[in-house]
């Protein structure tokens, strides 16, 4: 395959390697901090998979829809926990325009075109396109590295040939990175991740652009999975990248069209739950693809996990509640990269907050920060606010919400909606009150209510207030992904999980620092060579642990390193 040169200009050309050498395996760790300049430093990482039962042999539970509330029947395709206006509206909490009389029919029984006669998607309404647009501009303003690759390459189309299905929250800021990989060459369709974070005029206004788009807000558990089955079902178009966010795309593509599986280029997966899943099928020898683990790169552990969930908690929170939380007792589930972010945003504005945790090393970390540290039986009792971040299931039972004091909020910050024990709540014995779109009253026989917030779902992407700035990490990342599995040679990569080099994370990273007038000080040639690092980077070794980084990194310390074959 014929080489191009990937040129975003600038400071950054001066960093970069050319790409004229194929991907080679190295034997020796050492090799990479004594790497010439102009070649590519160290390149994705072959992980190793621990021991755990296989759950891509059965069927998963889909950890992002709902089954209804106990206290209503509703018609397919209506959101459970969606209150919309009588007539057009926007609504903040929600952060999406909607229409009640559409809310009653799933529009996966309706026949739609846009303006330009294209009718390839369902959505909820195409008339609010210009609503999306609106708020796809906006999210182009704080996605600086997203429009510069889109700027850059949009020439020499390094995706072109590429047809990528991608399943993801379809917000504004997925919008920038649909249309980037598009302006890369690439040929796309695209499903929801999540029944309840999809922005519907964004929907409209990528289907108005002319993308196969098959998601609203408010989907049923049906709806879900035939929306990811008609971008992976159709007869002249094969897709041959997969860019996945929990791992359910993954799981139908393998499971029903096993065929379309195996021809894929590659798979690149964001969330941690996708990356076990990855996990169980490479550990049982099933990944007949290789796939990129973006979520245990450090821009994404590091900027997404941490620094976004550090603001969008507060804002999702209040924006649902309006509560105030200073002086308020709340207690954080799971005290990594998210629970971290969390905490200290909550204790800085005077919230009393403590923190449950499995891990001895992340327990110390947190009675370092100031926090204590206790099982939340001890706590739950007192607490006013309760967040879950830990991406396990059942962590917030039944008797724990049976102990809860009167009016605490629940919600959840962990990719899947398994961390609270939602189901428990969908009886007889307590009763459902919805109060508006993703807020609902749990109310115990004797008058005791609690606050759910997205129904266990993740409340940050619910309630629409992820920051576009650290999304924008988190999408050039993937884009680098998604080119490098399409331009790598064919057999250079084996069917196994690998991680993203330093190098590109270091790369990924620079890009953004313009945004902040940041200027980075040089190596001398002598201080190179006295601490045994090229000038241009990488600067750490692939084992090194940043400040409070997601302990997986620690875990899964590469076996085998590869040269990258694109250029950084």
């Keep these: 395959m014929a080489s191009q040169e990937l040129d975003l200009g600038g400071e950054d050309r001066r960093r970069s390697s050319s790409i004229s050498k194929p991907l080679q395996i190295r034997k020796k760790e050492a090799n990479s901090e004594t790497r010439p300049l102009t070649s590519p430093s160290a390149g994705l990482t072959k992980l190793r998979f621990p021991s ?83 708020e796809i501009d906006i999210a182009e303003q704080e996605m600086p590295a997203v429009m510069l690759l889109r700027r850059k390459t949009q020439d020499d189309k390094p995706l072109a040939g590429a047809r990528i299905v991608g399943c993801t929250h379809l917000t504004a800021q997925s919008a920038v990175l649909i249309e980037t990989l598009a302006a890369c060459g690439a040929d796309v369709r695209w499903c929801a991740c999540n029944v309840h974070t999809s922005q519907n005029e964004v929907a409209a206004a990528l289907a108005e652009a002319g993308f196969s788009v098959f998601a609203w807000r408010g989907e049923s558990e049906q709806d879900f999975w035939w929306c990811i089955e008609q971008c992976l079902q159709t007869e002249d178009w094969k897709p041959n990248l997969l860019l996945d966010d929990g791992g359910d795309a993954t799981h139908t593509m393998f499971k029903r069209f096993p065929v379309l599986f195996a021809g894929l280029k590659g798979i690149v997966e964001e969330s941690l739950t996708g990356v076990h899943r990855l996990y169980q099928l490479a550990r049982s020898g ?23 969930c550090r603001e969008s908690i507060l804002d999702s929170i209040k924006r649902a509640t309006d509560i105030m939380f200073g002086g308020k007792h709340v207690c954080v589930c799971g005290y990594g990269e998210v629970g971290k972010g969390c905490a200290a945003a909550l204790k800085g504005l005077g919230a009393v907050v403590c923190v449950t945790e499995i891990d001895p090393i992340c327990a110390l970390q947190a009675s370092f920060d100031g926090f204590r540290v206790v099982r939340l039986e001890e706590a739950v009792r007192a607490i006013d606010i309760l967040i879950t971040c830990t991406g396990n299931k059942n962590v917030v039972n039944r008797e724990h919400m049976d102990h ?11 990719h899947s909606n398994t961390e609270i024990d939602v189901e428990s709540l969908r009886n007889s014995d307590v009763r459902w ?8 009253h749990i109310i115990w026989p004797d008058g005791k209510r609690i606050v759910l917030l997205a129904e266990g779902r993740l409340v940050n992407l619910c309630c629409s207030s992820v920051p576009s700035f650290v999304v924008s990490i988190t999408s050039t990342t993937q884009s680098l992904a998604l080119i490098e599995l399409f331009r790598a040679p064919p057999g250079r990569y084996k069917h196994d999980v690998y991680l993203l080099p330093k190098k590109m994370d270091e790369y990924v990273a620079s890009l953004h620092l313009s945004t902040f007038d940041a200027h980075l000080t040089e190596l001398s040639d002598e ?10 980077g990488p600067f750490k070794p692939h084992y090194y642990r940043y400040e409070n980084n997601h302990p997986v990194n620690s875990a899964l310390l590469p076996r085998k390193n590869v040269v990258l074959f694109l250029s950084l």
């Design 527 to 536: 201080q190179a060579q006295y601490v045994g690092l090229p000038k241009n």
């Design 433 to 440: 009150e919805h109060v508006r779109s993703q807020v609902d």
């Design 286 to 308: 099933k990944l007949c693809v290789p796939a990129i683990n973006v979520n245990d790169s450090v821009v994404k552990s590091k900027f997404d996990n941490h620094y976004c």
């Design 404 to 414: 809860l004091k009167n009016g605490c909020i629940v919600c959840n910050m962990g």
């Design 52 to 134: 755990s039962p296989g759950f891509m042999d059965q069927p998963l539970s889909n950890s992002k829809t709902s089954r209804g509330h106990a206290v209503s029947s509703r018609k397919r395709g209506t959101s459970t926990s969606s209150a919309w206006s009588q007539s057009d509206s926007y609504s903040s909490s929600s952060g999406s325009y909607s229409s009640s009389s559409e809310d009653e029919t799933s529009p996966r029984d309706e026949i739609q075109k846009n303006s330009k006669g294209f009718n390839d998607f369902r959505i909820r309404n195409i008339k609010l396109a210009s609503y999306g647009r609106r």
